[in-house]
């Protein structure tokens, strides 16, 4: 996907509703954002909170396919991201160094 093709793929996120989650963590979601489990098959997983508009950026985008390919689309509660924890964080903060050079920063999202 890099000499500027679009995917044509479209992804859909089913939000929990609270009522089914413990009232804690969804009060430490803050709005805009979305919790994500990250983690390869024999690491232990993390939890982050990044802003749902970073699913757009096509780094995200890629971690996505990887999830559905790993998962498919059936995943039930929290999205689980299969890649090693450190390769995460890498693209996290290229893609937070990225929207920040463009004045969208959402520093309140990140974090484990």
């Known amino acids: 996907m890099g000499s500027g093709e679009k995917s044509s793929r479209n992804f859909h ?5 609270n009522h089914h989650h413990g009232k804690k963590q969804a009060r430490d979601v803050p709005k805009g954002c979305l919790a994500i489990k990250v983690g390869s098959q024999g690491e232990e997983q993390q939890r982050f909170v990044v802003p749902v508009i970073y699913f757009n950026h096509p780094l995200f985008m890629q971690l ?3 999830a559905e390919e790993e998962y498919g689309f059936d995943q039930k509660g929290t999205i689980t991201i299969p890649c090693h924890v450190e390769e995460f964080r890498n693209v996290r903060g290229l893609i937070d160094r ?3 050079l463009h004045h969208h920063h959402h520093g309140g999202c990140f974090r484990a």
Request: charged letters at 35%; aromatic letters at 0%; glycine letters at 0%.
């Open 98 to 100: 990225e929207k920040s």
């Open 13 to 17: 996120l089913l939000l929990p509703h």
């Open 64 to 66: 996505l396919k990887e």
